[in-house]
């Protein structure tokens, strides 16, 4: 009997394992598509009545410019931040350094392989490719000048120097990832710098490689509301029979685990 549970209990974290590696790459695009035409609308609306923020401080989440590199097909919504909650909207602007478009250096991070993967294929960007910038002061054009792979700890992948953008991810590993740092510059003048942040140093949860913490608590919640379920379900089987119970069970099932992988994949590093 023992030898039974224990074969059933590594089937169902088989099974979690598998279904948590689908859910990361076909079905967390859903939410961020969602989030992303809501964005989109809100930039559009805020770009003609001339409300982008171009000052700090900016609300983390806040939409503020599109990028669009169609060398790669990225055409998407920037927010201000990023730290894992935000990238899960799309790319995110490191607070601390110039917004997009503005002249300095502006630091976009973008996630490799989850929430829709916007940067998958940043590291496709060739020379001379262009990504047109568009912020709430006009329309920018920038080049691509190189792609580099660097450490998890090198500092330079968030220094250049000049009126640079820089796209930075993680590689697609799990264990000790690396950085793709994508260096774009100014193909011209772009638009004055606004006002800087004053809330201090980037924080490492904000430089791609950390996830966020506070979704532990969450995923133990829905941890344990999957498991009342699933032993709901069992009981609800013995006593009705196999589809009534199911089909019962099914939509709390399905709702809860999306919940828990949800959470599961904000503790994932930021960039991935």
Same mark, same amino acid.
């Given at each position: 009997?023992?030898?039974? /549970?224990?074969?059933?209990?590594?089937?169902?974290?088989?099974?979690?394992?598998?279904?948590? *590696?689908?859910?990361?790459?076909?079905?967390?695009?859903?939410?961020?598509?969602?989030?992303?035409?809501?964005?989109?609308?809100?930039?559009?609306?805020?770009?003609?009545?001339?409300?982008?923020?171009?000052?700090?401080?900016?609300?983390?989440?806040?939409?503020?410019? /599109?990028?669009?590199?169609?060398?790669?097909?990225?055409?998407?919504?920037?927010?201000?931040?990023?730290?894992?909650?935000q990238l899960v909207s799309g790319p995110g602007h490191l607070r601390t350094s110039?917004?997009? %478009?503005?002249?300095?250096?502006?630091?976009?991070?973008?996630?490799?392989?989850?929430?829709?993967?916007?940067?998958?294929?940043?590291?496709?960007?060739?020379?001379?490719?262009?990504?047109?910038?568009?912020?709430?002061?006009?329309?920018?054009? #920038?080049?691509?000048?190189?792609?580099?792979?660097?450490?998890?700890?090198?500092?330079?992948?968030?220094?250049?120097?000049?009126?640079?953008?820089?796209?930075?991810?993680?590689?697609?590993?799990?264990?000790?990832?690396?950085?793709?740092?994508?260096?774009?510059?100014?193909?011209?003048?772009?638009?004055?710098?606004?006002?800087?942040?004053? /809330? =201090?140093? *980037?924080?490492?949860?904000?430089?791609?490689?950390?996830?966020?913490?506070?979704?532990?608590?969450?995923?133990?919640?829905?941890?344990?509301?999957?498991?009342?379920?699933?032993?709901?379900?069992?009981?609800?089987?013995?006593?009705? %029979? =196999?589809?009534?119970?199911?089909?019962?069970?099914?939509?709390?099932?399905?709702?809860?685990?999306?919940?828990? #992988?949800?959470?599961?994949?904000?503790?994932?590093?930021?960039?991935?």
């Amino acid at each position: 009997m023992t030898a039974t /549970r224990a074969r059933r209990s590594f089937v169902v974290f088989a099974w979690l394992v598998v279904g948590f *590696a689908a859910w990361c790459v076909l079905f967390s695009a859903l939410p961020t598509a969602g989030q992303q035409q809501g964005l989109d609308r809100r930039l559009r609306s805020e770009l003609s009545q001339g409300l982008t923020p171009v000052n700090q401080p900016i609300a983390p989440g806040a939409p503020i410019a /599109r990028i669009q590199a169609r060398a790669i097909g990225l055409d998407t919504t920037v927010v201000e931040g990023s730290e894992a909650r935000q990238l899960v909207s799309g790319p995110g602007h490191l607070r601390t350094s110039v917004l997009p %478009g503005q002249s300095g250096v502006s630091v976009v991070l973008g996630r490799r392989v989850t929430q829709g993967a916007p940067f998958r294929h940043v590291d496709e960007l060739h020379r001379g490719d262009r990504i047109w910038v568009t912020n709430g002061q006009g329309r920018w054009k #920038y080049r691509v000048v190189g792609t580099r792979t660097l450490a998890a700890n090198d500092a330079s992948a968030f220094s250049a120097q000049g009126d640079t953008l820089l796209f930075v991810t993680a590689e697609r590993t799990l264990v000790g990832p690396g950085r793709i740092v994508v260096t774009a510059k100014a193909d011209g003048a772009l638009a004055q710098a606004g006002t800087r942040t004053q /809330r =201090g140093p *980037a924080t490492a949860s904000e430089l791609g490689l950390q996830g966020d913490s506070t979704a532990a608590t969450g995923l133990l919640v829905w941890l344990q509301v999957l498991v009342l379920a699933g032993a709901g379900a069992i009981v609800l089987q013995r006593r009705w %029979g =196999g589809w009534p119970a199911w089909l019962l069970a099914a939509p709390v099932l399905a709702a809860s685990l999306w919940a828990f #992988y949800e959470h599961l994949a904000l503790l994932l590093p930021a960039s991935l």
